[in-house]
């Protein structure tokens, strides 16, 4: 079992984080318009799942937008946001900031964890009990993980270079 920090205050973590080697745990998350996506979904694409504890907190929609940015321009990469907003607001939040891109879905954890507790980042005590930590996986055409980041500390980004550029070897 993982453990990241707030604001230097150990959080803990349910699950194991995938590795890279490891077969992608299926997940099950409610996209914007409600209708469940899940792993099997983004099946033959090179894929990119960034987990968030929600888009309503600044370091949340600054790497939403950021992956957003960056992978906007990529050609064969899908990014997924999970989070554990509600999926109205997250439809507000890509609104709001003019994220509508084909490469960037927004998946919300609402009625189903399996994504944070099937990847290891569902918190599991403290204020964010529920939510998810901060983590990014990259995942191959065949849902095998490749890269796998769990931000040690909650508040801080992700490194975005390094993620793009494992998902850009599989393209």
């Given at each position: 079992?993982?453990?990241?920090?707030?604001?230097?205050?150990?959080?803990?973590?349910?699950?194991?984080?995938?590795?890279?080697?490891?077969?992608?745990?299926?997940?099950?998350?409610?996209?914007?318009?409600?209708?469940?996506?899940?792993?099997?979904?983004?099946?033959?694409?090179?894929?990119?799942?960034v987990a968030v504890p929600s888009l309503d907190t600044p370091?949340?929609?600054?790497?939403?937008?950021?992956?957003?940015?960056?992978?906007?321009?990529?050609?064969?990469?899908?990014?997924?946001?999970?989070?554990?907003?509600?999926?109205?607001?997250?439809?507000?939040?890509?609104?709001?900031?003019?994220?509508?891109?084909?490469?960037?879905?927004?998946?919300?954890?609402?009625?189903?964890?399996?994504?944070?507790?099937?990847?290891?980042?569902?918190?599991?005590?403290?204020?964010?009990?529920?939510?998810?930590?901060?983590?990014?996986?990259?995942?191959?055409?065949?849902?095998?993980?490749?890269?796998?980041?769990?931000?040690?500390?909650?508040?801080?980004?992700?490194?975005?270079?390094?993620?793009?550029?494992?998902?850009?070897?599989?393209?």
């Amino acid at each position: 079992m993982a453990q990241v920090t707030l604001k230097g205050n150990p959080v803990p973590l349910e699950g194991s984080i995938p590795k890279p080697g490891d077969k992608a745990p299926d997940f099950r998350v409610a996209k914007q318009d409600l209708s469940d996506i899940t792993l099997k979904d983004l099946a033959g694409k090179v894929k990119i799942l960034v987990a968030v504890p929600s888009l309503d907190t600044p370091v949340c929609a600054i790497e939403t937008k950021k992956f957003n940015e960056k992978v906007a321009k990529e050609n064969g990469i899908t990014t997924l946001i999970v989070s554990g907003d509600l999926p109205f607001a997250m439809k507000r939040f890509c609104t709001t900031e003019g994220i509508n891109s084909d490469n960037l879905i927004t998946g919300s954890q609402f009625k189903d964890f399996s994504f944070s507790k099937n990847y290891g980042t569902h918190i599991s005590g403290g204020p964010l009990a529920g939510l998810s930590a901060r983590a990014v996986f990259v995942v191959d055409k065949d849902d095998v993980v490749r890269y796998s980041e769990l931000v040690p500390e909650i508040g801080s980004e992700p490194n975005y270079d390094t993620v793009l550029a494992e998902a850009k070897k599989l393209v």
